[in-house]
């Protein structure tokens, strides 16, 4: 599964700087705006240690972790939904991605210049928000106007004029296609437009080295602001971040971690974070030739997590054999879980749950 997540935010907040740590890609960071032009795409690593732990009791010959794709995407200004500041390749690239990792600069420092002059990071959440709604609603306008004939005489038709409507109104009064009272599945009749602000978001807020652990100020404006979208809201360092970076060993990095009072780095929430922000599910395949972990969607069933592999796995599905990781961990292999009974035969109904270690039987 190709899944992406989109950095966005107003020039100067520390988004490069933060890629760069994600990726270890070197996107050009400088103080001026404007500075990431072509969207910069580094491929990510998901942290899990249960892959670890599988990986030390199976001993394979190679392993395969989870990654996610997060693409910088240059810096919003006003007026980028109208154009304004190359807002319409910026747009198009956000367009691209499954889920938004918003950066809100919350830190003082009159070295960098901020393209508004002062550090206000809800001001600056408002111009991004705005912009992506202009942008939406304008889509939204758009498809209305298209199809508003059909809709008095075709059923289908009259169903997404009403879903329209009802984002129309909702983006009118200054709020996202997220939040509109809309179900799950009615989300999903309307996702081929691709609506900006129907995608899901995280806040990074970006602070100063004192502010890591407990925040300041500016976070707690940033989650008063936020407590009614159902976002999540992550503290992070982008300068600490760079200083980790740039640390060879392992012991170095937890050494420099703990005398900052954190158990681990704000890279690796911030992936976890990200993976979590899609609804997503791990299952894992051990194997002598290979231990690998597979992406797929929450609620996913077993014939549905076999096609993630391959599709000929999903049409031919007969069978999924399932060990619990737990199991799998406390008794120390495949086998052993075979004598203990830990090896259920599950069919095509099973819903695949999180940490589910699995092998599919299948028809050619």
């Not at 971690?257 to 997503?280: F, M, P, W």
């Not at 599910?281 to 290979?290: H, I």
Request: proline fraction near 2%; include cysteine.
């Amino acid at each position: 599964m190709a899944l992406q997540c989109g950095i966005v935010g107003l020039p100067n907040v520390g988004k490069s700087t933060l890629f760069n740590c994600l990726s270890n890609a070197k996107a050009q960071s400088a103080n001026f705006p404007f500075c990431t032009i072509e969207p910069n795409v580094g491929v990510i690593t998901v942290p899990d240690e249960r892959l670890n732990k599988l990986t030390e009791l199976v001993k394979p010959q190679r392993v395969v972790p989870n990654t996610i794709e997060i693409v910088d995407i240059a810096g919003l200004v006003k007026g980028a939904s109208k154009g304004e500041g190359l807002g319409n390749q910026f747009l198009g690239n956000i367009r691209a991605t499954n889920a938004i990792i918003h950066v809100l600069r919350c830190f003082d420092d009159g070295n960098i210049i901020h393209v508004d002059g002062s550090v206000d990071p809800i001001r600056d959440k408002e111009i991004i928000d705005t912009e992506l709604q202009l942008k939406d609603l304008d889509t939204v306008t758009k498809r209305i106007q298209k199809i508003e004939k059909q809709a008095k005489s075709d059923k289908d038709a009259k169903r997404e004029f009403d879903l329209l409507s009802v984002i129309k109104s909702h983006l009118e009064t200054g709020q996202s296609a997220r939040s509109a009272a809309l179900s799950v599945e009615e989300f999903e009749e309307i996702a081929g437009l691709g609506l900006l602000t129907q995608k899901p978001v995280m806040y990074v807020c970006n602070v100063d080295e004192g502010s890591v652990v407990s925040g300041n100020k500016y976070v707690d404006l940033v989650k008063q602001a936020v407590a009614g979208e159902n976002a999540e809201v992550l503290v992070i360092s982008a300068k600490i971040e760079s200083e980790i970076a740039e640390l060879e060993s392992y012991e170095e990095r937890q050494m420099f971690l703990q005398d900052l009072g954190l158990d681990e780095s704000g890279v690796h929430k911030l992936i976890r974070a990200a993976y979590s922000l899609l609804d997503l599910y791990t299952y894992f395949t051990a194997g002598v030739q290979e231990v690998r972990a597979w992406t797929i969607t929450k609620g996913f069933t077993a014939p549905q997590a076999a096609g993630v592999i391959h599709t000929d796995f999903e049409k031919g599905f007969i069978r999924a054999e399932v060990i619990k990781y737990n199991d799998f961990v406390t008794l120390g292999s495949e086998n052993a879980c075979k004598e203990a009974g830990k090896l259920g035969v599950e069919g095509k109904s099973y819903v695949v749950e999180d940490g589910d270690i699995m092998h599919f039987r299948f028809n050619v």
